[in-house]
């Protein structure tokens, strides 16, 4: 059942050593820089491959044609949901999208969001922004499975 703090989006608080943050579920242009940030990701390992076709052996016009065809896979790829969700679960991304929520609520230097976060570590980055949209961690299973989120049912409409 959602509460009146999921309506509202009501940043949650988290602890790193003895300092307290509030953390915000990303608004709609912060989910946007997400999604950009993840296609620029994907897009940013294009010039090395272009250039790796260009030292390679084969002639003028298959190269050209390999570098063509990559240069569309790539960006078909960037638009791919599963390849920026791929980009946004990485470490890399998860840091990204904790600074965005972490920097909804209060000033946080580049230097004490990379300290928090080699502190916390992935695994704790992932629980805190499943927390912030009301995704809690499930206990074990009868079967031992390990705990796996699970989103919170919305009300019946």
Not at 46 to 63: F, N, T
């Amino acid at each position: 059942m959602l509460d009146l703090a999921k309506l509202t989006a009501a940043p949650i608080e988290v602890k790193v050593g003895d300092k307290a943050y509030r953390l915000a579920p990303l608004t709609l242009g912060q989910l946007g820089q997400l999604e950009q940030w993840a296609r620029e990701q994907i897009l940013a390992d294009l010039p090395a491959k272009i250039r790796a076709v260009s030292k390679s052996k084969l002639d003028k016009a298959e190269a050209e044609k390999l570098r063509a065809q990559m240069v569309r896979d790539t960006d078909v790829a960037s638009r791919d949901p599963l390849e920026q969700a791929r980009a946004q679960d990485s470490c890399a991304g998860m840091k990204y999208a904790f600074g965005l929520a972490l920097r909804a609520c209060q000033p946080v230097s580049d230097e004490e969001l990379e300290q928090i976060c080699s502190m916390s570590g992935l695994a704790q980055l992932r629980d805190w922004m499943g927390k912030a949209y009301g995704i809690e961690p499930k206990t074990e299973d009868k079967t031992g499975n390990p705990p796996q989120a699970q989103a919170t049912p919305a009300p019946n409409a």
